[in-house]
């Protein structure tokens, strides 16, 4: 069993930046790749960014890509994703998720999902 709880989201004006943390509980997160997803109003809930259980190896959405960076320390059993340049459009609430699979992008995928944390950006 993993636990997830997000954190960092918040407020911000286009341009700015948010660092979104999610911080697991359990001996065997270094075990599971880590994703970010995202979900806007209305809207169905889309990947973001995945990396490898090492943290050698990630891979993002096009929307995102080039701008946000997704990273973890499995010493403290947490995983990151750094945005910038962030954009009205990147309004969401925004998930972290464990999965034994790395490189997907496919939530039925992911085993454990977190809370999620919003993200709200003005123009």
């Known amino acids: 069993q993993v636990q997830l709880v997000e954190s960092g989201g918040g407020l911000v004006q286009a341009g700015g930046s948010l660092r979104l943390s999610c911080s697991a509980s359990?001996?065997?997160?270094?075990?599971?790749?880590m994703g970010w997803f995202r979900q806007a109003p209305g809207k169905k809930r889309d990947f973001v960014a995945t990396i490898s259980s090492s943290g050698g190896n990630t891979y993002y959405a096009d929307s995102v890509k080039g701008r946000f960076t997704i990273s973890r320390d499995n010493a403290k059993n947490t995983v990151y994703l750094q945005m910038n340049s962030l954009k009205p459009e990147d309004t969401a609430v925004y998930y972290c998720?464990?999965?034994?699979?790395?490189?997907?992008?496919?939530?039925?995928?992911?085993?454990?999902w977190g809370q999620g944390t919003q993200v709200t950006v003005s123009s």
């Open positions: 998720a464990a999965t034994v699979i790395y490189g997907t992008y496919r939530e039925d995928r992911y085993d454990y």
């Open positions: 359990g001996r065997s997160f270094s075990r599971y790749a």
